[in-house]
Structures are given as C-alpha cells and as structure tokens.
C-alpha cells in the first residue's frame, strides 16, 4: 500500500489541482492528476508509487528512444539509464505537473549522449578507414533494403528515413495519443510550433511513402 502523504503536502497539492488553479486544471486529464499524486508519493519514499510511476511511463519513454535512436538495443539502454536519472533527480522536481516534461527530456538528453558517441566513433572509423585506404579501393557496403508486407511496416519502414526529431512528434501524436497541449508541454515548446512540427512531419512522411512505393 502506498504510504500516508503528509496533510501539508496534500492540501498544498490538491488546492493547486482543484481549488485556486481550477481553471487550468479542467483541462488536465485524470490520468495527467494520477501522475502527479504518484510523483507525490514517490517524493516522500513510496516504493509502491514508484513502481507503478515506471510501469504507466515505462512503454512511452521506450517509444520516445527508438524514435530517436531508431534502435531497440539502444533504446532500452538509453530508457534505463533515463530512469536512473530520473529516481536519483525526483526528489527535487518542485512541479508534479512538470514531469511528462522533464522525464521526455531525460531521455532525450541520453539519445543525444548516444548519437554524440556515435558521430564520435563514425569519425574514427573513417579516419582509420581513409588512413588504411587512401585510394578508396574498399567500396561501400550496399544500403540495406527494408522491405514491408503491411502497412504497418511501410510505415515504420518510412520513418527510419525520417529525422529524429519528426519520428519523435509522430510516434508522441499517433502511438502515444498525446493531445497537442501534452506534446507542448513534454517537449517545452508553444501549441503553435507543435502544430508546425506536425504538419511539416506529416508531409515528410507523404513524401518518403510516396517514393517507398515508386
């Protein structure tokens, strides 16, 4: 069972929830409330809520890393290391509301540790690969062909072509059911430029689809 939260603490947050702030709040989903008061309880050292934190955002920070590393080797890698970072830092989150925000953030910073290492070994190897090879009579390996026998995987097939960054705002709109106002506030960015990302994204999209079946 989850523990007792202290009556200060939950006054001070059900107020914020229901009572000055009520405006604000009608917009929140039960389920966005949900995540805050689990935050509380984590806060004050329940295990109970901390498992159940993990096991509601668990799914979603996998979808956010292999959209942004399109790998899933390294997206669980890269989601386990967020949490890591994420039970050592939650004790100082102030806002419980801000952690879709900050959590979304967490492992986007360790897909960019990872891409940053990767640039970092692509260099070397091209720098051993030029060194060994000035002549360049190696070749390149063929590209590999994705193929797909569904629409599914067309459409997945699609989006490794895309940027990471377009990948991300699809899979966060489309798999995750995010609203436009969620996806704002995850990524920190105005409704207006969310609705931008997506249209552009949505156009890439048509794009590469478009040239997959030609």
Known sequence: ???E???SRWSAWFMGCVG???????EKSTEAIYDELLVLKCQDG???ALEELVERW????FRHAMQ????RDVANDVVQEGWIAIVRGLSRLRDPASFPKWAYRIVGNK??????????QRRLTENVADATDPAGLGGDDPAAVLTADDELGRLRQAMRQMRSDQRAILSMCYLDGMSLRE?????????GTVKSRLYHAREQLKRVLERIET
């Open 68 to 71: 942004l590393t399109a790998r």
């Open 1 to 3: 069972m989850m523990a």
């Open 111 to 120: 897909c960019a540790d990872w891409t940053r290492r990767q640039q970092r």
């Open 183 to 191: 996806i704002a506030h995850a990524l920190d960015i105005p409704t």
């Open 5 to 7: 939260m202290p009556a």
């Open 20 to 26: 000055l702030n009520s405006c604000r709040t009608m």
């Open 58 to 61: 668990q799914s979603r920070l």
């Open 46 to 48: 329940d295990d109970a």
